[in-house]
Nanobody, 114 residues
Framework: QVQLVESGGGLVQPGGSLRLSCAAS????????MGWYRQAPGKQRELVAA???????NYAESVKGRFTISRDNAKNTMYLQMNSLKPEDTAVYYC????????WGQGTQVTVSS
């Protein structure tokens, strides 16, 4: 198991950018699968992006070309760079890690609004 803490959410105007961070309580070097989900009010939680220990990435169609997932094993931290944000990106964003048990962060609110 690993404890995860997200940060970096907030209020941003459409077209703006945010970078979310997910800090782990221990080394993430050996964690094969990590990523981000989001959940908007009244909607199911959806996978936004995932990254393997080898650096392979996977994105939801709705964020391709706008969001970039990365991980810094030396800092035990995963990131989600979000550019060209849209109102429909508004949600609580959760990071996860499969160790293989799935650990979740507490979530960070992202609100895109003018």
């Amino acid at each position: 198991q690993v404890q995860l803490v997200e940060s970096g959410g907030g209020l941003v105007q459409p077209g703006g950018s945010l970078r979310l961070s997910c800090a782990a309580s221990r080394s993430i070097f050996s964690i094969y699968d990590m990523g981000w989900y989001r959940q908007a009010p009244g909607k199911q939680r959806e996978l936004v992006a995932a990254i393997t220990s080898g650096g392979s990435t996977n994105y939801a169609e709705s964020v391709k070309g706008r969001f970039t997932i990365s991980r810094d094993n030396a800092k035990n931290t995963m990131y989600l760079q979000m550019n060209s944000l849209k109102p429909e990106d508004t949600a609580v964003y959760y990071c996860y890690a499969n160790t293989p048990f799935t650990s979740w962060g507490q979530g960070t609110q992202v609100t895109v609004s003018s």
